[in-house]
T-cell receptor
Framework: NAGVTQTPKFQVLKTGQSMTLQCAQD?????MSWYRQDPGMGLRLIHY???????DQGEVPNGYNVSRSTTEDFPLRLLSAAPSQTSVYFC???????????FGQGTRLTVV | SQQGEEDPQALSIQEGENATMNCSYK?????LQWYRQNSGRGLVHLIL?????REKHSGRLRVTLDTSKKSSSLLITASRAADTASYFC????????????FGQGTRLTINP
């Protein structure tokens, strides 16, 4: 099992560009989520999904879109990148929010 | 605002000493989880304590939960250099949506 795989590991974008951060898990987990981590801010929830076809907003959803067409994949789209979106992004998955989550290794995104 | 808040934000101790970190939260929860993050890496689950439990042990880790005070503590005994990391608490919301919300974390440094 690969666990939770995030790609890319590093990315530099220009302001206004769009891109998709990929997240895939091979554990048949229903629950997947995206967080961003900024210095001194901990992890803030962007979007989450409790199963294929179901997504919902977290604390900081503005500027991001998600979809969950399959159980395995949960991509995060930046619509028009802004410097404020410079951060480290983590994807996580679990069978439910009530049990431990597995995290990917993160994507370090810089918007210039 | 975030569900969990850790205290202290940073802690530096000598190898062999015990380290205690605290977490406070705001709403009723099903369980509380503790995670560790080594520098530049994803989060790793350490221990989960349910709302009907008061104390839980795992190796050198001891977690307590006081639901009346909405607080938890993580004790690491006989600290080692390898324990140097950031530690985060995470909670779900018993009455709300299925979201796992993290605190800001405690940065622990173990000095040799």
């Amino acid at each position: 099992n690969a666990g939770v795989t995030q790609t890319p590991k590093f990315q530099v974008l220009k302001t206004g560009q769009s891109m998709t951060l990929q997240c895939a898990q091979d554990m048949n987990h229903e629950y997947m989520s995206w967080y961003r981590q900024d210095p001194g801010m901990g992890l803030r929830l962007i979007h989450y999904s409790v199963g294929a076809g179901i997504t919902d907003q977290g604390e900081v959803p503005n500027g991001y879109n998600v979809s969950r067409s399959t159980t395995e994949d949960f991509p995060l789209r930046l619509l028009s990148a802004a410097p404020s979106q410079t951060s480290v992004y983590f994807c996580a998955s679990s069978y439910s929010v009530k049990i431990p989550a597995f995290f990917g290794q993160g994507t370090r995104l810089t918007v210039v | 605002s975030q569900q969990g808040e850790e205290d202290p934000q940073a802690l530096s101790i000598q190898e062999g000493e015990n380290a205690t970190m605290n977490c406070s939260y705001k709403t009723s929860i099903n369980n509380l989880q503790w995670y560790r993050q080594n520098s530049g890496r994803g989060l790793v689950h350490l221990i989960l304590i349910r709302s009907n439990e008061r104390e839980k042990h795992s190796g050198r880790l001891r977690v307590t939960l006081d639901t009346s005070k909405k607080s938890s503590s993580l004790l690491i005994t006989a600290s080692r250099a390898a324990d140097t990391a950031s530690y985060f608490c995470a909670t779900d919301d018993k009455g709300g949506a299925q979201k796992l919300v993290f605190g800001q974390g405690t940065r622990l440094t173990i000095n040799p």
